[in-house]
């Protein structure tokens, strides 16, 4: 019985992933992909998180090859959108750092992001908002412990 309720729930969250890529996600690429792609948001936003970080830790938390991620570096650093700076204890390594203008960049996007995804909500009846609200404080809840 265990193994079955652990099945429907991976296939729950497998169907949820699906239906949430096809009518949040990629209609607001769609949107945005003229801007910056996908993997440019993935960037700036990790970024943003911290103060800065090296090529490979980047890599290695957006799951594509440094060789992969290094025209995307330098795109963004020929638009003023982040910087590499020597470190100062090792000159070998790069810090990279989102700008000011990588910033407003970002959250220009977010803002996209956010006024498509509630364009979305705006047809449903307030119980029913209600209703998602609560399951996505659930689903908050449960999946920040995987």
């Given at each position: 019985?265990?193994?079955?309720k652990l099945?429907?729930?991976?296939?729950?969250?497998?169907?949820?992933?699906?239906?949430?890529?096809?009518?949040?996600?990629?209609?607001?690429e769609q949107?945005?992909?003229?801007?910056?792609?996908?993997?440019?948001?993935?960037?700036?936003?990790?970024?943003?998180?911290?103060?800065?970080a090296i090529?490979?830790?980047?890599?290695?938390?957006?799951?594509?090859?440094?060789?992969?991620?290094?025209?995307?570096?330098?795109?963004?650093?020929?638009?003023?959108?982040?910087?590499?700076?020597?470190?100062?204890?090792?000159?070998?390594?790069?810090?990279?750092?989102?700008?000011?203008?990588?910033?407003?960049?970002?959250?220009?996007?977010?803002?996209?992001?956010?006024?498509?995804?509630?364009?979305?909500?705006?047809?449903?009846?307030?119980?029913?908002?209600?209703?998602?609200?609560?399951?996505?404080?659930?689903?908050?809840?449960?999946?920040?412990?995987?």
């Amino acid at each position: 019985m265990e193994n079955e309720k652990l099945n429907e729930a991976a296939q729950g969250l497998s169907s949820l992933l699906t239906v949430m890529d096809r009518r949040l996600i990629r209609p607001h690429e769609q949107k945005t992909r003229h801007i910056v792609s996908p993997l440019v948001i993935h960037v700036l936003m990790i970024l943003s998180e911290r103060e800065s970080a090296i090529m490979t830790e980047l890599a290695q938390e957006i799951q594509i090859a440094k060789s992969q991620l290094t025209p995307i570096i330098d795109k963004l650093c020929e638009n003023g959108d982040v910087e590499r700076e020597h470190d100062a204890k090792d000159r070998r390594i790069i810090n990279i750092r989102i700008t000011p203008k990588g910033a407003a960049k970002l959250r220009e996007l977010q803002d996209t992001l956010f006024q498509s995804v509630k364009s979305k909500l705006e047809p449903l009846a307030p119980q029913e908002i209600a209703s998602l609200q609560h399951a996505l404080n659930e689903l908050y809840r449960i999946i920040n412990k995987m």
